[in-house]
């Protein structure tokens, strides 16, 4: 089972539309940590954000916003009023303990955003 | 400045050949990591070292052999290239601390290998 769902492979639309990426975890840890990193066609991994178990609320950074909900494994991601530089694959990631003091972070497949002019 | 250099960013070689890609942060991370990005664009962890010692081999052929001289490096050597090991790899590195898990990773740009 994957650790990290992101079910979404493609999502298309239109520029000024909003669009929410979807993204489930799965973990027996009881602390975890989530991000997202936004990977544009240039190549490079950016990071957005990051969240840990313990802390539920709601982020919003301009057009870009989180809802993480632990009671369905979830940390969706929207963007409103999608431009066109937001065209882009997106990661959600899970972070968790992996013994020797050391992390590991474990990738969704990714959703491939376009937004159309 | 940058944080974590990968070198080369395009590398083109013959199946066959041994090839390394260098990897260098100066943030004074006590955590590296190497991923592999396939050509569905999924990210998948190869290696993780922590103060120059190996924590996190996942299932890679042994012809990849992670080299770690010092804190700030850590190469991937590569022998007997095959077609499939065509992919974009990236180095990472992590801070140390009570609180590094809480924070990101950081990322080279990426190293595109390409076998012919």
């Known amino acids: 089972a994957q650790k990290v769902t992101q079910a979404q492979t493609e999502i298309s639309v239109v520029e000024k539309e909003d669009v929410t990426l979807d993204c489930v975890y799965e973990?027996?840890?009881?602390?975890?940590?989530l991000f997202w990193y936004k990977q544009p066609p240039s190549g490079e991994l950016v990071f957005l954000i990051r969240r840990n178990s313990f802390d539920e609320q709601n982020e919003i950074s301009g057009r870009y916003s989180w809802n993480f909900q632990k009671s369905t494994s979830s940390f969706n991601f929207t963007i409103t009023a999608s431009q066109v530089v937001d065209s882009a694959v997106y990661f959600c990631?899970?972070?968790?303990?992996?013994?020797?003091?050391?992390?590991?972070?474990?990738f969704g497949k990714g959703t491939k955003l376009s937004v159309i002019p | 400045d940058t944080a974590v250099s990968q070198t080369p960013k395009y590398l083109v070689t013959q199946m066959g050949n041994d090839k390394s890609i260098k990897c260098e942060q100066n943030?004074?991370?006590?955590?590296m990591y190497w991923y592999k990005q396939d050509s569905k664009k999924f990210l998948k962890i190869m290696f993780s070292?922590?103060?120059?010692?190996?924590?996190i081999n996942e299932t890679v052929p042994n012809r990849f052999s992670p080299k770690s001289p010092d804190k700030a490096h850590l190469n991937l050597h590569i022998n007997s290239l095959e077609l499939g090991d065509s992919a974009v790899y990236f180095c990472a590195s992590l801070g140390g601390g009570v609180k590094v898990c809480n924070q990101p990773q950081h990322f080279g740009d990426g190293t595109r290998l390409s076998i012919l």
């Open positions: 973990t027996r840890d009881t602390t975890y940590y």
């Open positions: 070292y922590n103060n120059k010692e190996l924590i």
């Open positions: 990631a899970l972070r968790e303990y992996s013994g020797a003091g050391s992390y590991q972070l474990t």
């Open positions: 943030l004074g991370h006590d955590t």
